[in-house]
């Protein structure tokens, strides 16, 4: 377990009840705007469930997880649903959502490791599907009340986010913290997977090979099952 990890659990408590209110309706209507109604939405790294718990009042499919046992408990009461308890590095889906929401929780991630961290998210990101994150605007990497911050200017994101194979409409904005007791600014970001990416050359580095790959099986699957539904009876193929 990292310090952060220990940090939330030791102070879930306090951490539900000073993140639970904030009023973050603007840029979820931002992000809902670009979803089909009833989509499949992952909060990942849901916190108090706050967001969880809005997205899934507007009808959307929603599954949630937090690193922490004590806010993930807190968090299933709060939406009504049962949240996992999971960190970035165990999500092994593909192609499994329609909207990902990363606010305020991929901050916590190493620099060094959120490319290969947000090739995982996206692996999991259907095809026009829509990812948001937002981070402490800044460029430093820091320690601070016992929990680690990769804080990251609008020039960063944009060159994470645009690394990513098929990345689509990125939208980068500031924002102001909507806490009473902070001054702090934030960047969000909004990227959109495209239905087909153009990209034919995987080169390696942060343009990782397993999303490629991902998205090829998943496309050659679905043609599969198509084929099938329209051929006669006598055509198909023995099990």
């Given at each position: 377990?990292?310090?952060?990890?220990?940090?939330?659990?030791?102070?879930?408590?306090?951490?539900?009840?000073?993140?639970?209110?904030?009023?973050?309706?603007?840029?979820?209507?931002?992000?809902?705007?670009?979803?089909?109604?009833?989509?499949?939405?992952?909060d990942?790294?849901?916190?108090?469930?706050?967001?969880?718990?809005?997205?899934?009042?507007?009808?959307?499919?929603?599954?949630?997880?937090?690193?922490?046992?004590?806010?993930?408990?807190?968090?299933?009461?709060?939406?009504?649903?049962?949240?996992?308890?999971?960190?970035?590095?165990?999500?092994?889906?593909?192609?499994?959502?329609?909207?990902?929401?990363?606010?305020?929780?991929?901050?916590?991630?190493?620099?060094?490791?959120?490319?290969?961290?947000?090739?995982?998210?996206?692996?999991?990101?259907?095809?026009?599907?829509?990812?948001?994150?937002?981070?402490?605007?800044?460029?430093?990497?820091?320690?601070?009340?016992?929990?680690?911050?990769?804080?990251a200017?609008?020039?960063?994101?944009?060159?994470?986010?645009?690394?990513?194979?098929?990345?689509?409409?990125?939208?980068?904005?500031?924002?102001?913290d909507?806490?009473?007791?902070?001054?702090?600014?934030?960047?969000?970001?909004?990227?959109?997977?495209?239905?087909d990416?153009?990209?034919r050359?995987?080169?390696?580095?942060?343009?990782?090979?397993?999303?490629?790959?991902?998205?090829?099986?998943?496309?050659?699957?679905?043609?599969l099952?198509?084929?099938?539904?329209?051929?006669?009876?006598?055509?198909?193929?023995?099990?």
């Amino acid at each position: 377990m990292d310090d952060t990890t220990r940090y939330y659990r030791q102070f879930a408590a306090e951490f539900f009840e000073s993140t639970v209110g904030v009023d973050m309706s603007p840029i979820r209507e931002r992000f809902a705007a670009l979803l089909l109604a009833g989509a499949r939405v992952l909060d990942a790294g849901c916190g108090s469930g706050r967001d969880a718990k809005a997205f899934a009042q507007k009808g959307f499919r929603v599954s949630a997880f937090d690193a922490s046992p004590e806010l993930a408990s807190r968090a299933s009461t709060h939406c009504g649903f049962a949240v996992d308890v999971r960190s970035f590095r165990d999500v092994d889906e593909v192609n499994a959502y329609e909207g990902i929401w990363c606010c305020a929780s991929l901050l916590h991630i190493a620099a060094e490791e959120m490319p290969s961290v947000l090739a995982q998210l996206w692996a999991a990101l259907a095809p026009g599907g829509v990812l948001y994150a937002s981070f402490k605007n800044g460029t430093s990497t820091r320690i601070h009340g016992g929990r680690r911050f990769t804080d990251a200017d609008e020039s960063q994101v944009k060159d994470w986010l645009t690394d990513l194979p098929g990345a689509d409409q990125l939208d980068i904005w500031l924002t102001d913290d909507q806490r009473p007791d902070r001054t702090e600014r934030w960047t969000n970001a909004l990227v959109k997977k495209a239905h087909d990416s153009p990209r034919r050359l995987v080169t390696g580095d942060r343009d990782h090979f397993l999303p490629h790959l991902s998205e090829a099986m998943s496309r050659a699957t679905g043609g599969l099952q198509a084929t099938r539904q329209y051929l006669p009876p006598s055509a198909h193929w023995s099990r």
